[in-house]
């Protein structure tokens, strides 16, 4: 008989026990592992150690496994987008668009050609039904909500998708695993995305993006530094920049406050929470709403610039071609072009979009343009001038 509900196998402790609750609840249940990279030979992708563990998992559940190769489609649906917003100086998160595009578009096809009726993941979310259909709701363990990932689902793919893991701390998680003796009780939890594995991002970044070196220059166009490439570097970073003393300046860290992409040119300034970062107003592009449609034209709610930020209390205007206008109660630090913004009522999740802009001065009015995103339009001065 085939399995009611396919479980996506990552060769994880989460997935191993969300697959082991749904066995426990004498649920109809196979596993799936999902290769969504290509091994470049690197040796840093350990694709091949997750299937290993994958397998190994199933045969102590005792329940059947299925291989499937995404790789194609992760590099054309989600690893191209990859590389265009960093060749535009934004800064991607591809998290959220394997999240769409693999796992729950053709993971979910691929468990239905196998006769499934559902998938299930390890993520640490919740699903309910609310007046207004499917809603999806942060996890009990704050520390480990993944709601900011899952905000591009919609209620097709909330409908068809268990989060088994959605009421448990992380600690209960691995105690589960532990007492069924299962071997990726103590694994490290993965961090960061498969292709790029422990290795260094810059390197790898390089491998597809050719360096185009420039200069380091503060908001008001003094030379103190050249970078290798203004696509390495993210607002509000402060490592890699490799600015020790500068003469005539004080002997305190750095951090990107600013990107001209076309000029090839890196923004800089000394303070951590430096004014050239902090904005009140965000500009996104079209919104996704998982209810299908958003709460209101105008409304209140709270939002996530980045994965684990505490609410922030803003405003939002929804404009007739879907962006977004998000007015924040209070200034906000390095919101960056490329990332997305989410935004919940309470535990629930409402969507969420790309940002496109903001309004903080050294960047990022809403008048920029796509290739531009990065771009301070505070003049800077050249070599000659400064």
Not at 131 to 146: E, F, I, M, S, V
Not at 157 to 173: E, M, N, R, S, Y
Not at 291 to 315: H, I, K, L, S, W
């Amino acid at each position: 008989m085939n399995a009611r509900i396919i479980v996506g196998m990552s060769g994880g402790v989460d997935s191993s026990v969300a697959a082991l609750l749904l066995r426990n609840a004498r649920e109809s249940v196979a596993g799936l592992f999902m290769q969504n990279w290509a091994d470049d030979g690197s040796g840093d992708c350990r694709a091949e150690d997750d299937r290993r563990d994958a397998v190994a998992v199933c045969g102590r559940l005792g329940i059947p496994i299925h291989f499937r190769d995404f790789s194609a489609e992760y590099w054309q649906e989600v690893f191209e987008h990859f590389l265009a917003e960093y060749a535009a100086g934004r800064t991607p998160n591809p998290d959220v668009l394997c999240n769409r595009e693999v796992k729950f578009k053709h993971f979910l096809d691929a468990a239905r050609e196998l006769g499934a009726e559902r998938i299930a993941t390890g993520h640490y979310a919740r699903i309910d039904a609310g007046d207004d259909g499917w809603r999806l709701l942060r996890a009990r363990d704050r520390d480990k909500d993944q709601s900011y990932f899952l905000h591009q689902l919609g209620q097709a793919q909330l409908a068809a998708t268990a989060f088994p893991l959605g009421d448990l701390p992380k600690q209960d998680v691995r105690t589960i695993a532990r007492d069924a003796g299962l071997s990726t009780a103590a694994k490290k939890d993965s961090t960061g995305i498969c292709f790029i594995g422990e290795r260094d991002f810059r390197s790898f970044l390089a491998r597809y993006l050719p360096a185009r070196p420039g200069e380091i220059r503060t908001p008001d166009g003094r030379v103190v530094g050249e970078h290798p490439g203004v696509f390495y570097f993210t607002l509000g970073q402060r490592e890699g920049l490799q600015l020790g003393g500068v003469r005539g300046f004080a002997p305190a860290p750095w951090y990107v406050v600013g990107k001209d992409v076309p000029g090839d040119v890196l923004v800089v300034d000394q303070q951590r929470d430096s004014r050239w970062l902090m904005s009140t107003t965000t500009h996104t592009e079209a919104a996704h709403w998982i209810a299908g449609v958003p709460p209101a034209q105008r409304f209140a709610c709270t939002a996530q610039t980045r994965y684990r930020q505490q609410d922030q209390a803003c405003e939002v205007a929804v404009a007739a071609d879907g962006s977004l206008e998000v007015a924040f109660a209070q200034p906000q630090r390095a919101v960056t072009p490329g990332q997305s913004l989410v935004l919940y009522r309470g535990d629930i999740c409402l969507g969420g979009a790309v940002i496109a802009a903001t309004d903080a001065p050294c960047g990022y009015g809403p008048s920029a343009s796509a290739a531009t995103m990065g771009a301070a339009p505070t003049p800077i001065r050249s070599k000659t001038q400064a």
